[in-house]
């Protein structure tokens, strides 16, 4: 492959390789994108020898963890000394998540 580069959403290319080979026909090689990449469909472009050209697209966005909420509803309050030694006591309390 005579040229492989990335292109952002705007055109710009923010890496590019030149005269790799592969094994087999696969290569790897990473981008590490900043912290703020900007949003949209990404290219990866591949030049070969015979003057073709791939593209292959991925889409960049902001990731938002998901909100939830558990709520615990214990008693108001609980005697340990009640029970005997020997007997197991149950205590009720109620556990709701959203």
Do not use: Y
């Amino acid at each position: 492959m005579s040229r492989i580069w990335v292109e952002d959403p705007t055109g710009i290319t923010v890496a590019q390789w030149t005269n790799s080979s592969t094994v087999h026909g696969i290569h790897q090689m990473e981008l590490q994108l900043s912290p703020e990449p900007v949003q949209g469909r990404w290219r990866i472009m591949v030049k070969r020898e015979s003057a073709a050209v791939s593209v292959q697209e991925f889409e960049v966005r902001e990731f938002v963890l998901p909100k939830f909420e558990v709520n615990i509803n214990p008693p108001p309050f609980i005697h340990f000394n009640q029970a005997s030694d020997n007997s197991v006591q149950k205590i009720n309390i109620g556990i709701c998540a959203k």
